[in-house]
């Protein structure tokens, strides 16, 4: 098993919610930033949600208000809390991390899926 493994898609109805869970391992993971990108079929990665060691947060604007990115350091995981799905929001879902500050030591999961549909 890799550093970095997501989980916590699956196929939801528009308005649904899903929390995604991002399970590190073998890393200080307190000393790690955590994102979350996205990629629809046809579409380029895009980055969702990012959370710093000192838990600054940042979104994109299309899920600013519906997703929530938060980090559990004793737990050595990060989440994407997401609200409101639309099917839109369809798309394989990626957590990244990297070392704060430098940003050496870049890791990447295996991504899960999440789909949005009636």
């Known amino acids: 098993q890799g550093p970095v493994v997501e989980s916590g898609g699956g196929l939801v109805q528009p308005g649904g919610s899903l929390r995604l869970s991002c399970v590190t391992s073998?890393?200080?993971?307190?000393?790690?930033?955590i994102a979350w990108y996205r990629q629809a079929p046809g579409d380029q990665r895009e980055l969702v949600a990012a959370i710093t060691v000192d838990s600054n947060t940042e979104y994109e604007a299309s899920v600013k208000g519906r997703f929530t990115i938060s980090r559990d350091n004793a737990k050595k995981t990060g989440y994407l809390q997401m609200n409101s799905l639309t099917p839109e929001d369809t798309a394989v879902y990626y957590c990244?991390?990297?070392?704060?500050?430098?940003?050496?030591?870049?890791?990447w999961g295996q991504g899960t899926q999440v789909t949005v549909s009636s």
């Open positions: 990244r991390t990297n070392l704060g500050r430098s940003g050496k030591y870049i890791y």
């Open positions: 073998g890393i200080s993971f307190s000393l790690y930033d």
